[in-house]
């Protein structure tokens, strides 16, 4: 089963028109979930084929989509506070959220954004639950008790917390050059948008959550 959706072959340096992205693609993964289900020959196949989807004509690997399905679930329990139960409406929703995420890092790739160690970094000690309640400086001991006991139950390691801290930076620098591209008018985005859009198949299937890749 596939279906269309509009795509850029650019990005076009506006906050409207990087907004206008995120949610054609949340849009359009909505029927993973709601559309009809793939036959069993196809899923079969789709799984020797290691491949959960695919992404601007290139293939995603089940491994891939693991780890983003991963990562968005660590930030979700981070958020609340705790290792979030997967339900089938929260699946629902960390699946939406992790294809919205290889989409955006895809883009950030062709971009050209890179992440320091500086950069990686910064964006750990600026979470506020790493912060010091009486300095409001980075507290050490919240961030170890974070690695030895809050990430253990998410399974993530402190490599892969690290990894997703970097992706996240990628996903902070092209949000702020689509933000810094804003001086354009209404009538400019819509034209870039009929020019420099065209037709995208997303070809996905239904795989379970059991059949996910593992995220080394």
């Known amino acids: 089963m596939a279906m269309m959706i509009s795509k850029f072959h650019k990005i076009i340096q506006s906050k409207i028109v990087w907004t206008a992205f995120a949610i054609l ?24 084929s290691e491949a959960a989807g695919m992404l601007f004509g290139e293939e995603v690997s089940r491994q891939e989509f693991g780890r983003a399905y991963q990562y968005v679930y660590v930030m979700y329990s981070t958020m609340m506070g705790r290792a979030l139960n997967i339900t089938e409406e929260i699946d629902e929703v960390i699946r939406q959220a992790a294809w919205q995420r290889l989409a955006t890092l895809k883009k950030a790739g062709q971009m050209g954004l890179t992440a320091t160690p500086d950069q990686i970094r910064d964006m750990i000690q600026r979470q506020p ?52 591209g804003a001086l354009v008018t209404d009538g400019e985005i819509r034209k870039a948008f009929h020019l420099y859009s065209d037709k995208m198949t997303v070809e996905y299937t239904a795989v379970p959550r059991s059949l996910v890749g593992a995220p080394e």
Do not use: C, H
């Open 25 to 48: 693609i949340s849009i359009a993964f909505v029927g993973i979930y709601t559309g009809q289900k793939a036959s069993s020959d196809s899923q079969q196949a789709d799984v020797r």
């Open 129 to 180: 639950i790493f912060q010091n309640q009486e300095t409001g400086g980075f507290d050490r001991n919240a961030y170890n008790a974070f690695v030895s006991g809050f990430l253990p139950r998410t399974g993530l390691s402190a490599k892969g917390y690290e990894t997703m801290m970097a992706e996240n930076v990628l996903l902070n620098k092209a949000s702020s050059m689509a933000a810094q």
